[in-house]
């Protein structure tokens, strides 16, 4: 079992930057690969970006490559989401997901999720 603990959501303006962190527990952390989702209202959840267990590989959605930068520290057990250049349209609830490598696509099947940050961006 991993626990996903979500943090660094927020208020800010069009064109500012947020960074996401993803707390996990469980000593399998190193494990898993690992991904961002977001849900905003009235759409269905989709992906964003996943990173392999080892870092060595990631992926985005077309929507945010090239703001967005995700990354992990194993030793922090930590994922984080780095984004940069933010647009209204980026305004969801974030989720971090963690998994087996059916996170990355063109599977993007988790195993776990957390429960949700918000991320609103104003015009």
């Known amino acids: 079992q991993v626990q996903l603990v979500e943090s660094g959501g927020g208020l800010v303006q069009a064109g500012g930057s947020l960074r996401l962190s993803c707390a996990a527990s469980?000593?399998?952390?190193?494990?898993?690969?690992m991904g961002w989702f977001r849900q905003a209202p009235g759409k269905e959840r989709e992906f964003v970006a996943a990173?392999?267990?080892?870092?060595?590989?990631?992926y985005y959605v077309d929507s945010v490559k090239g703001r967005f930068t995700i990354s992990r520290d194993n030793a922090k057990n930590t994922v984080y989401l780095q984004m940069n250049s933010l647009k209204p349209e980026d305004t969801a609830v974030y989720y971090c997901?963690?998994?087996?490598?059916?996170?990355?696509?063109?599977?993007?099947?988790?195993?776990?999720w957390g429960q949700g940050t918000q991320v609103t961006v104003s015009s």
């Open positions: 997901a963690a998994g087996t490598s059916a996170v990355l696509p063109p599977i993007r099947r988790p195993d776990y």
């Open positions: 469980g000593r399998t952390f190193v494990t898993y690969a």
């Open positions: 990173i392999t267990w080892s870092g060595s590989g990631t």
